[in-house]
């Protein structure tokens, strides 16, 4: 790496410190390392359940079974009738009874509240020492949590190997585990690879309702889970997984979260041997996220939908203590992900979601945001790499279908500086239909794609639409084929602040940041509006005195400053109304580029130093506007908008000593003679009609040409016009 990079990844890493501050804490569990993959994916058993699991009124099972096609029916009447004579009440007590691997418990149609793992624990269960996550839940070793199964846990599967769960209703409504918001987690299958749950539903937690951990080995089918604080399927460091036919919502993080998935594909590019987990035929709706994968590597996902979320789908490297970091090779294809738009964020401001979960209105369509998350967004990849989004449906989105930031390492716990600037690379965006609907009708997103710019090897379709920025590296037909292929370190400078402000959320303290239009902010309020108008006022402030001190007999130089705050007031404009995906902040950077340019070369005239730096400014500004509406420049590794943003950093405090020392206006635009700006410089540095005098007394020829003699004319009448 050389030097200049390095310094580059130091400054990324500083700002990395500072995004890291108010990050939101994810999923916390005990250090598990991820299965060795010799594990396959379980098969369902249609065989004669080995454990039967009902309730005792007879009255109440025949009502829940009698629409129940004829056959159905009686085959359930049947199992009822076994099961009240060798089967258990709950499903808890059936698990228990497991001694061998591959056996089946059928659970038939019935409510199962499992009131005997429903109280506190008490005695030795109620004193475990354990560290507390920040959430306030305690992080459990596996050893104690079998000791404890109930501590956190409604029904507890722990080191049961090949088991198969079924309900035998005609829907999967018909078994409904309910935890009452009395537990973290309606059912977890903890370390029982091969594990198989069909046809049931699991609701109303404080954390998850099907939790599978540290697994080789499970299958999810015809599961609905609803109505948790968090996640309803959360599946972690696992291999060998399918989840198909399953439907969530009502949570507060995700429906669907395959976290530290298994990271088999680390090192490979698009083409890879496997998928650890495979997604399909789902439907995830009405949550904060359909779709979450922090470290959610290696997983394919296809065939499904999700809708009517604040975000679609996301995959992330932003929370630490997930193995799989930073998250890589997930791959979207044929999915549906429309009109994810919904604002759950005002339960938040209101108070709602500060009521216990039982008050809070769950079941009504309340649903309590427990992160950050950009309302409006079809798919967000916050620090991932070479994951592939292909022939998916994207439509609907106010605000976004793809979005993708970088999510340096420190933000994650790791330290090192090469690992600053890991993520976002190689994710490509080719083949979607963006804007409609499967039957061909138009529903646009707002903007295609909001990308802050950092990455290598990053790439979209050539027929994307509104986008921010405008010109993206497009795709080729090949896997890794890029055009325009960019490598930059670090993102855009506003969009950074803007992520950083977004950032510090907190739900239990009630805290929504403002100046973030993802909790409401408007106009004025919008970090992206007061970061315009704050340079828009500084740079209108000192061009206006420079231009009235110095620059105002110049028609080049007022031509200029009348483009310069044309430019300035319409890039106010567009970040006050959002356009930042149209060729307004374009233009606006060509007109204030103008204006930079044109005062330079007069400027030269006289102070040559400031003249040059005011020029170098202004083709800056221009490259700005080329790289953002005309095509990325590749291959530099920070974007002009950075140069540029320190450079007017110096030029705001020499355009104000230049405007506060003695003399007129610039009274000419011809070009100086050789010596000039000699003079000038040292006229600059030593200041006012004495330093300018001592230079002219001690030159021989100190300029010439027309202006050569100005200099005394201009302390005598410094208004004097030069015509």
Known sequence: MSWTRRLLVVLV??????????????????????????????????GEPDLLVCKSDRADFERRISGFPAKLRARNLELFDRCRKSGYRHLQQAVDQVGRPGMNIAVLPGLYEEEPSLPRPTGECARLK???????????????????????????ILGKKQLQIEGTGAARTDVVIDAKYQKLNAIRADGSDGIYFKNLTAQRTTFNSLYVLAQDGFVIDDV?????????????????????????????????????????????????????IEITGCRSHHNMVGYSGTAGDSVHVHDNEFDHNMGGASMDSAFPGHPGLPQNHARFERNLIHDNNADYYPYVADGTCAKPPVERGYEEGVVCPQISMPP????????????????????????????????????????????????????????????????????PNRTDVWWDGQGDGNCWQSDTG???????????????????????LVGEPVKLAQLLV?????????????????????????????????????????????????????????????????????????????LASSHLPAVALLLTGAWWTGTGLVLRGERPGLGWTTTVLGVLTLLDAFDKAVLMIPWIPIGPAWVRGLLGVIWVLWAVAASARHGGPVVGETAPGPDSDTDADAADTHGGDEARAGVDAGSGSAASGPDAHSGADRSSAPDRDPS
Request: with cysteine; aromatic share 8%; hydrophobic share 35%.
């Open 466 to 488: 509104p986008s921010t920025p405008r010109s993206l590296p497009e795709c080729g037909a090949a896997r890794g084929a890029v055009s325009g292929r960019t490598d930059r």
């Open 502 to 578: 977004c950032a510090d959320y907190d739900v239990r303290a009630r805290r929504l940041p403002a100046g973030c239009d993802w909790y409401g902010a408007r106009g004025i309020e919008r970090i992206e509006v007061q970061i315009a108008l704050g340079v828009a006022l500084v740079l209108v402030l000192v061009g206006g005195v420079l231009w009235w001190r110095r620059l105002r007999h110049s028609r080049l130089a007022t031509a200029a400053t009348v483009l310069g705050m044309i430019g300035l007031g319409l890039d106010v404009a567009g970040a006050t109304t959002g």
């Open 13 to 46: 890493a500083l700002a990395a410190a500072l995004l890291a501050a108010p990050a939101a804490q994810a999923h916390e569990e005990r250090p598990v390392t991820l299965p060795d993959g010799s594990g396959s994916v379980p098969v369902h058993r249609a």
């Open 130 to 156: 354990a560290p507390n996550s920040k959430l306030g839940y305690q992080i459990l070793s596996y050893a104690q949590q079998k000791q404890c199964p109930h501590n956190q846990n409604l029904v507890a």
């Open 376 to 443: 409006g967004t079809g798919i967000i990849t916050a620090g991932g790499n070479w994951n592939i989004y292909e022939n998916n449906w994207i439509y609907g989105q106010r605000r976004a279908a793809f979005f993708l930031s970088a999510v340096p390492a420190f933000i994650r716990g790791e330290n090192a500086l090469a690992k600053q600037v890991d993520t976002s690379h190689h994710n490509r965006y080719a083949g979607n239909h963006l804007g409609t609907d499967k039957a061909g009708r138009s529903r």
């Open 224 to 276: 609905l889970t609803r109505w948790n604080d968090e996640y309803g399927f959360l599946t972690f460091a696992s291999d060998h997984g399918l989840y198909k036919n399953c439907e969530s919502y009502g949570n507060g993080d995700s429906g669907i979260y395959p976290g530290s998935a298994s990271d088999i594909n680390d090192g490979h590019g698009y083409d890879v041997p496997r998928y650890s």
